[in-house]
């Protein structure tokens, strides 16, 4: 499961307050759904916390972004620990992520790498073509040959090969669009929209997005077995 975690800013505007406020509601939200996640039995979890886009946002923004990231991550490593959640980061690339950010994240992912419970990715500075290009880049370093090329080899020069493609992509606030988030994983996954703004999203409206998941007809361009092939 995935979450492309949208409204912050106008959770914000609508109180009139900051877009900086908004950012800050959403760690309870973050908090909330990754135990909940955990308790529901979700075995994979990412979150999209920063695209590479989002470094255009205004430079003030920016940098509150990644001082609050820093005070989350640090707070909450021991209880990530405790609950058995293996933690990593995908992308943090740029080299205009602070040093101390970037080694926090790398401490996060050190300290939890034993962990056997939920993985939970936080997509930070990430970008979905950025990880197509470097992947072909992988590929064409390696000398394999473009016959030999398949989707299972090029998913292999992908980040973090092992975890699975996702199944249910939640984003919240009601916008549709992909937003350059995990293309080659999210090729045929669900996707909910619920109207709620991220930093109101919690426990309950997870579980009713898995609700929403389970009645849907996983197809995967194929016909229902009942039909017997018949498109009629």
Same mark, same amino acid.
């Given at each position: 499961m995935a979450c492309v975690t949208d409204g912050n800013g106008r959770w914000a505007q609508r109180r009139s307050l900051p877009r900086t406020a908004g950012h800050r509601a959403a760690v309870t939200a973050v908090i909330d759904v990754v135990e909940a996640a955990r308790t529901t039995g979700v075995e994979w979890l990412s979150l999209?916390?920063?695209?590479?886009?989002?470094?255009?946002?205004?430079?003030?923004?920016?940098?509150? $972004?990644?001082?609050?990231?820093?005070?989350?991550?640090?707070?909450?490593?021991p $209880? #990530? $620990?405790?609950?058995?959640?293996?933690?990593?980061? #995908?992308?943090?690339?740029?080299?205009?992520?602070?040093?101390? #950010?970037?080694?926090?994240?790398?401490? $996060?992912?050190?300290l939890t790498a034993g962990n056997r419970g939920m993985t939970l990715t936080v997509a930070f500075d990430h970008g979905g073509r950025r990880d197509i290009v470097e992947a072909a880049r992988s590929l064409i370093r390696s000398g394999t040959p473009a016959e030999k090329v398949t989707e299972r080899l090029f998913a292999d020069h992908l980040p973090f090969p092992d975890a699975p493609d996702v199944d249910l992509v939640i984003r919240t606030s009601g916008e549709q669009r992909i937003s350059n988030f995990m293309l080659w994983q999210v090729a045929y996954a669900e996707w909910v929209f619920p109207e709620v703004l991220w930093p109101d999203f919690r426990a309950p409206d997870l579980l009713a997005c898995l609700h929403t998941y389970r009645r849907r007809d996983r197809r995967f361009g194929g016909v229902p077995v009942r039909t017997n092939g018949d498109p009629s």
């Open positions: 999209y916390a920063f695209s590479t886009e989002n470094w255009n946002r205004p430079g003030t923004e920016v940098e509150f $972004l990644m001082r609050l990231v820093r005070r989350v991550v640090r707070k909450h490593a $209880l #990530l $620990l405790a609950r058995g959640i293996r933690c990593r980061f #995908l992308g943090v690339a740029d080299p205009r992520i602070p040093r101390e #950010l970037a080694q926090d994240f790398h401490d $996060l992912a050190a």
